[in-house]
Nanobody
Framework: QVQVVESGGGLVQAGGSLRLSCASS????????MGWFRQAPGKDREFVAG????????NYADSVKGRFAITRDNAKNTVYLQMISLKPEDTAVYYC???????????????WGQGTQVTVSS
């Protein structure tokens, strides 16, 4: 079993920055691919960024490339999402999730946190 807890969300003005954290625990969590997803009101949950077990491979949604960066510290069992140049359309609940396979499909992720709200004002 893997437990995942997000933190770091909040209210920020357009153009601002936030760093989300995802603390995980459980069996062999450092071997899992970790992903960030987001869900805005009335919309489907969408992939934001993913990172493989070693941190050597990352991928991003086109909408956040160049603005968001995903990293992980396996010694601390923590994954980060650094977000800069935030836009109002980035407003959503952000979720961290763990998967045994490298994927951007939320259905491939078995373990999810409860989410953290990010609100970007214009």
């Amino acid at each position: 079993q893997v437990q995942v807890v997000e933190s770091g969300g909040g209210l920020v003005q357009a153009g601002g920055s936030l760093r989300l954290s995802c603390a995980s625990s459980g069996r062999t969590v450092s071997s899992y691919t970790m992903g960030w997803f987001r869900q805005a009101p009335g919309k489907d949950r969408e992939f934001v960024a993913g990172i493989n077990w070693s941190g050597g491979i990352t991928n991003y949604a086109d909408s956040v490339k160049g603005r968001f960066a995903i990293t992980r510290d396996n010694a601390k069992n923590t994954v980060y999402l650094q977000m800069i140049s935030l836009k109002p359309e980035d407003t959503a609940v952000y979720y961290c999730a763990a998967s045994a396979t490298r994927s951007s499909n939320p259905y491939d992720y078995n373990y999810w946190g409860q989410g953290t709200q990010v609100t970007v004002s214009s």
